[in-house]
């Protein structure tokens, strides 16, 4: 493994494909990792600056194959610690872990024999702003596997077809996979930057507020395939609404101000939360 990789933000490096090696341990056959501790953050602390921490003592463990929900009023750190589970920040020069770490299927990510364009090959990320690349909707799918060296065209052709399915854009595409897929609607570009995503089957997807650029009808499709995508994946989804973690989320973690103040099964974080600040927050008193 090489650690000395320069870290570009490539389209690549977005949606990267998935290799038989593997920088992190994974076995997408094993049963036993959907209880698994996927992710486990251990009292973090991150500083954009070098000097300023904008994430503070968080420790936290995700299950596999669960859903995941970050909630918290805007600039609390979401994003940030999203960022940090594929190594995102790296992006910035300044930027860093300054205290703690973070595993993700038993491997510190931050070790400095951790290669990120491996790491980010098991954990995929999907942003607010959907980002197919100016190319068909064929190959926005194939993108990643191309990557890996696959040319066999039986081959990307059953996985194109199985990631739109997956996605649940199939059956209102497949008979124009040759066409743009800038053509598709906002939510359909969504659902394309899913199949992408899950075409090199990552382990981990992550979700900076999917949704919050889509009409009501496309985040409802968003949401139902969140609910049927978390049979293979483990999702880590952002997002500032509040019923829409209800809807989708097993557990939900609410920041605040840079630290998590409570993190619960979403039944009872939003039922019976143990903080008042979540309550406050939860029942719209602030944020
Ligand atoms: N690239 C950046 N450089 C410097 N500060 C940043 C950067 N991105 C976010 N921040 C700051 O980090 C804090 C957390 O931001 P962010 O993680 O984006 O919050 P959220 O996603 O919860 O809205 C905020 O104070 C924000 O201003
Ligand atoms: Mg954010």
């Not at 920088?23 to 973090?44: F, P, R, W």
């Not at 609390?76 to 190594?87: H, I, P, Y």
């Not at 609607?185 to 089957?201: F, K, N, P």
Request: with cysteine; charged share 25%; aromatic share 6%.
């Amino acid at each position: 493994m090489s650690s000395s990789k320069v870290l570009m933000p490539t389209e690549e490096n977005i949606s990267p494909p998935a290799p038989e090696s593997s920088a992190v341990t994974s076995s997408h056959e094993s049963s036993q990792e959907e209880t698994e501790k996927v992710i486990k953050v251990n009292d973090l602390n991150f500083a954009y600056d070098g000097k300023k921490d904008v994430l503070r003592d968080i420790s936290l463990e995700i299950q596999g194959g669960e859903v995941t929900a970050f909630i918290g009023p805007s600039g609390c750190g979401k994003s940030t610690l999203l960022r940090c589970f594929n190594r995102m920040n790296d992006l910035i020069p300044t930027a860093s872990i300054t205290k703690g770490s973070i595993e993700i299927l038993g491997t510190d990510i931050y070790d400095q024999y951790v290669d990120e364009i491996e790491l980010r090959k098991h954990v995929g990320m999907v942003f607010q702003k959907y980002n197919p690349f100016p190319k068909s909707i064929y190959e926005n799918v194939a993108y990643g596997l191309r990557i890996q060296g696959i040319k066999d065209k039986a081959t990307l052709d059953q996985s194109v077809e199985e990631s739109l399915i997956g996605a649940g854009l199939w059956e209102e595409v497949k008979d124009r996979l040759d066409a743009s897929g800038l053509g598709l609607s906002g939510g359909q570009q969504q659902r394309l930057c899913i199949a992408r995503t899950i075409a090199v089957q990552p382990k981990i997807i992550l979700m900076d507020e999917p949704c919050s650029a889509l009409d009501p009808i496309s985040t409802a499709t968003v949401e139902d395939l969140i609910t049927q995508l978390k049979s293979k994946f483990t999702i880590v989804i952002v997002t500032h609404n509040m019923q829409q973690a209800t809807r989708v989320s097993d557990k939900t973690a609410f920041f605040y101000l840079g630290e998590l103040i409570e993190y619960d099964s979403t039944t009872r974080l939003f039922g019976s939360p143990a903080v008042k600040q979540t309550e406050d927050y939860i029942s719209g008193r602030f944020g």
